[in-house]
């Protein structure tokens, strides 16, 4: 179980699994391969799996990472922000892309095909579009200058006056991201509820 250390390893594995489980169902539920709907399936799976980094991101940011980066010393700051939070926002901001051109792409294949639920997917989907917009026009740019200033700040250039400016700028478009996800995701999941 090697493959367990290794989180990318681990997600490959997860991808197999779930090919294997799908042959393993289609087989047990009798359905065609050529009978489903797999580019509506896939599409819908990637805007899950998508949502699911991004959403879950945007919670452990707000719930947890910003009490306890606040909680951290000036040092021990320089340490943690330029390690951790390169790479936990780069999944937030990729999955936030991912997520709308999929769920933008599902939408317009749904509608095609005179899905129900429309104008509550809409909805969602709108809210997603502004979610997606604050990520890469103001939490990303704006974390980016306080991450360089932290690194710098560990290499002893003194933080520039505007960093926690900087830093809560990010705070509140991520909090307004916060408090859109809550609608958003009701009226993602009333699509096929609410006609």
């Known amino acids: 179980m090697k493959f367990l250390e290794d ?3 681990t997600l490959g594995a997860g991808f197999a699994l779930a090919v294997g489980l799908i042959v393993v169902y289609l087989g047990m539920a009798g359905v065609g ?3 489903a709907d797999w580019f509506g399936l896939i599409v819908r799976w990637v805007h899950f799996l998508a949502g699911i980094t991004w959403i879950g991101l945007l919670y452990f940011f707000n719930l947890i990472n910003a009490g306890f980066l606040k909680s951290l010393d000036g040092p021990t700051k320089n340490i943690v922000i ?3 939070m390169p790479a936990a926002l780069n999944w937030f901001r990729h999955g936030a892309t991912v997520t709308v051109l999929a769920g933008i792409v599902l939408y317009g294949y749904l509608y095609s095909k005179g899905g129900t639920g429309a104008l509550a997917l809409g909805i969602g989907g709108l809210l997603g ?3 997606m917009g604050n990520v890469h026009g103001i939490i990303w740019p704006n974390q980016k200058k306080v991450i360089a200033a932290v690194a710098a700040a560990a290499q002893g250039t003194p933080a520039p006056p505007e960093m926690a400016q900087w830093g809560k700028t990010a705070l509140i478009a991520s909090r ?4 859109l996800s809550i609608p958003m995701l009701f009226f993602m999941g009333a699509g096929s509820h609410l006609k």
């Open 176 to 179: 307004i991201n916060f408090l």
């Open 33 to 35: 391969a050529g009978e």
């Open 7 to 9: 989180p990318y390893q």
């Open 82 to 84: 330029p390690k951790l």
């Open 129 to 131: 579009i502004i979610m």
